[in-house]
Every structure is written in C-alpha cells, then in structure tokens.
C-alpha cells in the first residue's frame, strides 16, 4: 500500500516493505530520516538508529511528537503513510522547479488519438447542417420548434420512443380508443380563442390519460386483493380440538 510512495523517495527494495516487521519498520524510520526528512542534527539522530535497543519505541514517540505528528506510534499504517506524506512534501518544497516543469512537459506532450467507431462520436452537434436536419424531422412529426434545436432533439427522441417504437405501437393499438378525437371534446367552457381551445382540449385529453392509468391501477389492485380472499390460508396450529 505505500510501494508508489517508497518508489518516488527512492527507497531501496519497496516491494519488500511492512510495516509488519518491526525490524524493517525501524530501519525504514533510521532511513527516512536521514536522507530525507532531516530533523535532526547527526548527533541527535543516535537514539533511532539504536534500532535494537530497548528504548526505540520512546525515542520514536519523542520523535513524532517533534515532527507534529497527530498520529500515535501503534497505529503504524497510519503512521508510516503520515510519514510518506511528511517527507514527499518535503521533497517537492526542495525541488519545485524541477517537478513543475516535468508536470509542464507531461501536460504539453502530445496525446494519443483514439479513434472510435461510434459515428456520434465525431458528429458536430451545432453544426448548421446537423440544426437543419433536426427541424426538417420535427416538420415531419409535427413537433412545434424551439429557439434550442438540443431541445427539439429531445422531444424528437421521446415522441419515437412513446409513439413509434415498437413497444409504444403495441401500447397504442390496445389504449387508443377511436371514440374521443380532438373534435369531440367538450371543454365545458369557452375559449376567447382557436389556440387556447386547441390546448384546452390537449390537456382534457391528458387528464383522461391519467384517469385511465390510474383506474387500471386500481383494477389490478381489486383483482390482487380477491386473489389473497379467494384462497384464504388456514394456520391449523390456530385450531383447537375438545375443550
């Protein structure tokens, strides 16, 4: 889990390190903090390479506490990615210049191209040809126009999905009823004029729709509740026999 780290410290053998062993772990803080940490003076560094002594692990804690290290000194997962992290920073902070301007080449070099074969992949959807062609569909279906064609797109793609898929013309041919057409709805009230009739009457429709779907909701829930009466389970431990 800290091999990428370790790699960019440079640290010797990343892949055999753990925090598991205790010996590697203390030789991995004696080497962290010698070439690049660097708290300390050479001579105060004595107490942690003394990583066989009996004292290591205090002089360890003395030693986070220096950093100012929120972490305590069991926890060594955490400690040793809090360390890392101490100590990549502080690399950076001594050469900013010469990373800065290896993430300037790496940003400017140029990029693979990919090539898709999805054709909508490489479609220019503001293109004038691509905006004609949407309201030249939206002539055909009858589809009022917009100032946004994304928008006359959209209603495009729900009219074919709800009326001509092949799914919506089997819903149509079993819920159109031939009876209610636009001319024979009565709104009940009148108008001032044609366009605001013609409207009044689309949302009559639409509320129509929705009183069917929802009385089919309710059939279907009338006819699942006598299915449960109709065939009552009967819990013979209930029973009693005799008095």
């Known amino acids: ?15 055999n390190f ?3 062993d205790e010996s590697k ?5 004696v080497w962290l903090e ?81 090539q898709s074969a999805n054709p909508l992949d490489n479609m220019d959807f503001d293109s004038p040809d691509f905006k004609a062609g949407v309201m030249s569909l939206a002539t055909m279906l009858n589809i009022p126009p917009h100032i946004d064609h994304r928008i006359v797109l959209k209603a495009i793609s729900l009219l074919i999905t709800e009326r001509l898929s092949k799914q919506g013309l089997q819903a149509k041919d079993k819920t159109v009823d031939p009876g209610i057409t636009m001319d024979s709805i009565d709104l009940g009230f009148e108008a001032p004029d044609y ?26 829930a ?10 009552p389970k009967t819990d013979q431990r209930l029973g009693k026999v005799g008095r």
């Open 1 to 15: 889990m800290f091999r990428r780290k370790l790699q960019a410290l440079d640290y010797p053998n990343p892949n």
């Open 18 to 20: 753990t925090t598991d």
């Open 25 to 29: 772990f203390r030789l991995f803080v």
């Open 34 to 114: 010698d070439q690049k940490i660097r708290h300390y003076k050479i001579e105060e560094r004595a107490k942690l390479r003394k990583t066989e002594a009996p004292e290591w692990d205090s002089a360890f804690n003395e030693y986070l506490q220096d950093l100012g290290c929120p972490i305590k000194s069991h926890d060594r997962n955490a400690v040793t990615e809090w360390l890392l992290g101490y100590a990549v920073r502080l690399v950076y902070g001594d050469n900013v210049s010469k990373y800065k301007e290896a993430s300037y080449n790496l940003e400017t070099k140029e990029k693979p191209q990919i």
């Open 195 to 220: 366009i605001s009739t013609e409207a009044a009457k689309i949302l009559r429709l639409l509320h129509i729709k929705e009183l069917r779907e929802l009385q089919s909701q309710i059939n279907q």
């Open 222 to 231: 009338i006819v699942a509740v006598q299915a449960i009466t109709a065939n």
